[in-house]
């Protein structure tokens, strides 16, 4: 009875939190799973029979209890994961939460796993196809799955500890940088090791029906999305903080019209960071697909957001300024990153998931090198001057602003603010510049030479003829161009950055192919190689450095994060391609009098790499 | 032999003939015996019946059927026209002699008489022959689907692009003539 109520809670995971295309078989040809009896119920009634066991002194007692011990655990997963009371973003003393049943679940299935049974008394045909036939069914009977002992008690001790660990890491949280450090390092990186009724779980337990993260009575989607915005253009924005105050000088009707466009904008908001706060549990092919979707949606945003932010400081002087007093429209800038953010990921994340053929290499690389670079530019000028502008504000603007007024209430009000500002906010401001800068723009602008370091090294696999980029599939019956657009066709009707064309990336990759001579091909091979081994060793100091950073830095990263097999993995991918590096080398220097010969003894194996965005290509003998 | 197309190394490439009970239970067992998917007969029955002009079998000099590709056209959420190649199964005696080539090309060749704007089907990722054959024509991977097959491997959705409505987000195309929609 409790295995069918344990099902009946899979059933509704995998009806209400998963896809129709995951693995669990939904259809229930109308059985009954117990779902008008609460897990509690079942677990009491457990309790009693294991009494029972035990005072009747009943043989293999032991075994029968861890058996019953485990289906009890795995109830108690449903009966408490929506109870238990996460200190999320808490900054006080974090609460230890009581969650010794999983590591009893996982000790109990250790226990069943030293067992050995006797399966020939296991009575045959227990859930046969005839009883399939009778039951409601409309689909073809099947023969039952055969999974075997021990990868079921597997499968059952490795729920038991992945709840366990993104419970207990959840409860940690005391920051939004935290959070997203959670949310990609220690959920999305390593979400295939996931099972498929974790994920579902998951998805339950981080965003409730009420829209409440984690169940916090604090947090929901409507000020995480202020949060997750402040957390990279700083605090204090004008127009996420008190906006109808700022706009009570106006006219009754002007102020409606603003503020119901206001709500309308703020509503899109929420409904992009739904979305992609949705995708962190999928599995990573429904990931790719949410992010390809959140593209047009965040891109839309974009548009309004630009719009709404322009018009209110254009018409009425509202809104955040540079330094220089020009507009800095701060959330448009949150918008822009998180929409690069996720045009990179969706790129990158296709060598992973082996979308990409060896000739489409290049042409990926280059383009994740465009994006990189237009993210780290945007970190750099816009993200940085708008914090800049909020300190220059706080600093100087509003000190003016008192010096001016005559001494009353309002000048002791103004002066209180900037107590506050100055005691609290400025602090704040000056945290998020320092974190974006030491850490964020850091780690973007490394992959950036990482990429470009792999693409020269691409290129002179090119120039001695080992691959040719220019060429497609041997009997296409379509065109390159065609080809180009379908492979970029999630990012073609993104207007900022600048869609590159397909003259654009002609040009790119005829610069790849061999020189006019052997001599200059030589000569352009060996100053490709240098320039890639040195950015490497660049990138190999910075990843270093940034490691170091994540070790001293206990506020924005999560304890056990994951961040660091993330950067140990780039360190391994730079490791790998330094060794095909060095094999080329070789052969060009024992081949240099003529390159020719190079392709006709090797050729090259493409596997994935270490690191998830570092295919490797290795030179091999034919 | 009515509906014959062509002949190839002995071999002749028909389009299927709907009124030819035998032809349709030589298909069915085909596909039953060498598809590891599990197909309803009811699956390909839809295609046959919906679209016997795009199916295409090779018979061998005893008039058996060795292989067999099935196909439809439709029009893709009213904006482009999109062909989906169901099946494709060689006898395995037969195969490494370029006969599901040759019924891949007569299949695309002739889509792109009716205009199709994309052709698509999906592959078990770890069908190294049919993705070998797919992509040497330039069928790219635009999707990885998980766990998509029963036997609970992934698969690619593979998409040939013929026109430029194949590389534009559905949300930027406009609608279909009505008369091709319905
Ligand atoms: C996949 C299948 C249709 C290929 O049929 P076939 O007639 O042998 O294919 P062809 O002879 O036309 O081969 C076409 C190309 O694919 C390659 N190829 C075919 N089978 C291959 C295999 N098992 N491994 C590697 N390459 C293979 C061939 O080398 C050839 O490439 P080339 O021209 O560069 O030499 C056949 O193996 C089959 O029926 N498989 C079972 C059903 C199936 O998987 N269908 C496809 C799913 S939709």
Redesign the interface.
């Known amino acids: 009875m409790g295995l069918c109520k344990f099902i009946d809670f899979v059933l509704h995971i995998a009806k209400n939190l998963l896809y129709e ?3 669990i078989t939904t259809r229930n040809m109308n059985l009954d799973f117990l779902s008008g009896i609460s897990p509690q119920f079942l677990i009491q009634e457990i309790n009693e029979v294991i009494e029972w066991i035990i005072v009747n002194e009943v043989d293999q007692a032991n075994v029968i209890i861890a058996q019953l011990k485990v289906v009890s655990n795995l109830m108690k997963i449903e009966a408490t994961i929506l109870a238990t009371p996460i200190q999320f973003l808490n900054k006080d003393d974090n609460i230890s939460l009581n969650l010794n049943f999983y590591t009893e679940g996982i000790s109990q299935v250790g226990q069943l796993q030293n067992v050995e049974y006797d399966e020939s008394v296991i009575p045959e045909g227990a859930f046969s196809k005839f009883i399939q036939l009778d039951m409601e069914n409309k689909n ?1 009977p099947l023969e039952l799955n055969d999974v075997p002992l021990d990868t079921a008690l597997t499968y059952i001790k490795a729920i038991f500890e992945t709840v366990e660990r993104f419970i207990r890491e959840a409860n940690e949280i005391n920051s939004i940088n935290q959070l997203q450090d959670y949310l990609e390092y220690n959920i999305n990186y390593p979400i295939d090791t996931f099972s498929v009724f974790s994920r579902g779980l998951f998805q339950l337990f981080f965003i409730r029906d009420d829209k409440s993260i984690f169940g916090s009575l604090e947090y929901n989607l409507t000020n995480l999305s202020t949060e997750l915005i402040e957390n990279l253009v700083g605090k204090n924005t004008i127009v996420l903080n008190n906006l109808e105050s700022s706009l009570s000088q106006l006219k009754d009707s002007t102020r409606n019209d603003l503020m119901s466009r206001y709500v309308g904008v703020l509503q899109d908001m929420e409904g992009g960071i739904y979305h992609n706060l949705t995708v962190f549990g999928c ?4 990931q ?2 949410l992010i390809s979707k959140g593209l ?1 949606i965040w891109d839309t945003l974009q548009v309004g957001w630009e719009s709404f932010e322009v018009d209110l400081h254009q018409s009425y002087g509202i809104g955040d300024e540079f330094a220089t007093g020009e507009v800095s429209i701060s959330v448009t800038s949150y918008i822009y990153y998180t929409k690069i953010k996720m045009m990179m990921q969706l790129l990158l994340n296709g060598f992973e ?5 060896p000739f ?1 290499i290049y042409l990926i690389l280059w383009y994740g090198d465009y994006l990189a670079q237009n993210l780290v530019d945007h970190l750099q000028n816009r993200v940085t001057r708008i914090i800049i502008g909020k300190i220059e504000h706080l600093e100087t603007v509003i000190p003016k602003r008192i010096k001016k007024l005559k001494a009353g209430v309002k000048k002791e009000q103004l002066k209180e603010l900037n107590k506050y500002n100055h005691e609290v906010i400025l602090p704040q401001l000056t945290a998020t510049l320092n974190y974006n800068q030491d850490y964020l723009t850091k780690s973007y602008q490394t992959l950036l030479t990482l990429l470009r370091a792999n693409m020269k090294y691409l290129a002179t696999l090119s120039k001695i003829g080992l691959i040719d980029f220019t060429k ?7 065109s390159l161009e ?2 180009y ?6 990012w ?2 993104i207007g900022v950055p600048n869609f590159p064309t397909y003259q654009n990336y002609q040009q790119i990759i005829t610069a790849t192919l061999p020189e006019r001579d052997n001599r200059s091909t030589l000569f352009r091979c060996l100053e490709l190689l240098a320039s890639s081994k040195s950015g490497l060793a660049t990138c190999r100091k910075e990843y270093e450095i940034i490691l170091g950073y994540i070790k001293r830095d206990t506020r924005n990263f999560v304890s056990n994060s994951k961040v660091n097999e993330w950067y140990h993995e780039f360190i391994s991918s730079i490791d790998v391609l330094e060794e095909n590096i060095g094999l080329l080398s070789k052969l060009i220097s024992q081949n240099k009098d003529d390159l020719s010969k190079i392709n006709k003894e090797y050729k090259i194996k493409v596997d994935k790499g270490v690191h998830r965005y570092i295919p490797n290509l290795s030179v091999v003998p034919k | 032999m009515s509906n014959l197309l062509r002949t190839i190394n002995n071999l002749t490439y028909h389009r299927f003939d709907i009124n030819d009970q035998d032809e349709f239970k030589q298909i069915s067992k085909l596909i039953a015996i060498h598809l590891s998917e ?1 197909y ?1 007969i009811y699956v390909y029955w839809y295609f046959l019946n919906n679209w016997p002009q795009y199916c295409y079998t090779v018979k061998n000099d005893k008039s058996v059927i060795i292989g067999v590709i099935i196909s439809k056209i439709e029009p893709h959420r009213e904006v482009r026209m999109r062909g989906y190649i169901g099946m494709l199964v060689i006898d395995p005696e037969y195969r490494k002699m370029g006969i599901a ?1 040759n019924l891949v ?1 007569l299949t ?1 060749e002739n889509m792109t008489q009716d205009n199709v704007d994309e052709i698509m089907l999906e592959t078990e ?1 770890i069908n190294e022959g049919a993705l070998k054959l797919y ?4 069928f ?9 097959y029963l036997n ?1 491997h ?1 698969a ?1 959705r593979l ?6 409505k ?4 559905i ?2 195309l406009p609608q279909l003539p009505q008369e091709q929609v319905t």
């Open positions: 295309e995951e693995d073809i599995n990573p092919c429904r790719q697909q047009v998931l082996e979308l990409y053929k489409e497609g599939p041997s009997h296409s019956l379509t065609h080809l657009y379908l492979r970029l066709k999630p073609s009707s | 599990p309803s080539s090309k695309i990722v992509e040497s024509f330039g790219l991977r635009t999707k990885r689907l998980y766990r998509y609970t992934d690619y998409i040939l692009p013929l026109t430029d194949a590389h534009t987000r949300a930027f």
